[in-house]
């Protein structure tokens, strides 16, 4: 089985852009969920979608945005980019929402804001 | 908010010897515990996770083990081999949802 997937790997973005990245589960999970990791703030769960529906939500703002397609391919987009949105931007993809899991990470976004 | 004070910040052991890294979290509604493993540069791992309806769980040389009354959870690792050097982080949610809240992580160091 191929493994989970994120693009791109590294972007560099201004400060008020906006920026999507991309999360490719491994075939047969329908469950991706976002994590942000910082040297300051850690392992910060965003969000976690199950079936096109978003199941679960991290305290982020706003700007912090998601969606899951039928594929259960998922994108997170970031509004007004701010210079503490640097950060690796994680996906995992899961077999189940909640229950006994089996969860697998992507290689990461690593996201550079300027 | 809810969070996890995770111990030591860094371990630094011989091979052969044992690991054991403490979480202790605030949520007495916790019942989901997991931990993963994150060697430098590459993706974090789930390497082991345990439910509040059990005390104690093994795979092979790594075991979690869980004090609801204490709210504390610890991982061991036996027999440690220098590729067990990596981050470990631990977290833990509540309820039937899945929110995560991470440690800081362990900076676990084995010698050879």
């Known amino acids: 089985k191929a493994g989970v997937t994120q693009t791109p790997r590294y972007l560099i973005k201004t400060r008020g852009q906006q920026v999507t990245l991309s999360c490719s589960p491994i075939?047969?999970?329908?469950?991706v969920s976002w994590y942000q990791q910082t040297p300051g703030q850690g392992l910060q769960f965003l969000f976690e979608?199950?079936?096109?529906?978003?199941?679960n939500k991290g305290n982020f703002p706003g700007r912090f945005s998601g969606r899951q397609f039928s594929n259960s391919r998922s994108e997170m987009n970031v509004s007004t980019l701010e210079l503490g949105d640097s950060a690796l931007y994680l996906c995992?993809?899961?077999?189940?929402?909640?229950?006994?899991?089996?969860?697998?990470f992507g290689p990461g976004t690593r996201l550079t804001v300027t | 908010g809810e969070n996890v004070e995770q111990h030591p910040s860094t371990l630094s052991v011989q091979e052969g010897d044992s690991a054991v890294i403490k979480c202790t979290y605030s949520?007495?509604?916790?019942?989901?515990f997991p931990w993963y493993k994150q060697e430098l540069g590459k993706r974090p791992q789930l390497i082991i996770d345990?439910?509040?309806?059990?005390g104690e769980k093994k795979d092979q040389r790594i075991a979690v083990t869980l004090n609801k009354t204490a709210k504390h959870f610890s991982l061991h690792i036996t027999e440690t081999q220098p590729e067990d050097s990596a981050v470990y982080f631990c977290?833990?949610?509540?309820?039937?949802?899945?929110?995560?809240?991470f440690g800081r992580g362990t900076s676990l160091i084995v010698h050879p």
């Open positions: 345990i439910r509040s309806n059990v």
């Open positions: 995992a993809s899961s077999s189940l929402s909640g229950g006994e899991r089996e969860q697998y």
């Open positions: 075939s047969g999970h329908r469950s």
């Open positions: 979608y199950f079936s096109e529906t978003q199941r």
């Open positions: 977290a833990f949610a509540s309820g039937g949802s899945y929110i995560p809240t």
């Open positions: 949520d007495s509604a916790s019942n989901y």
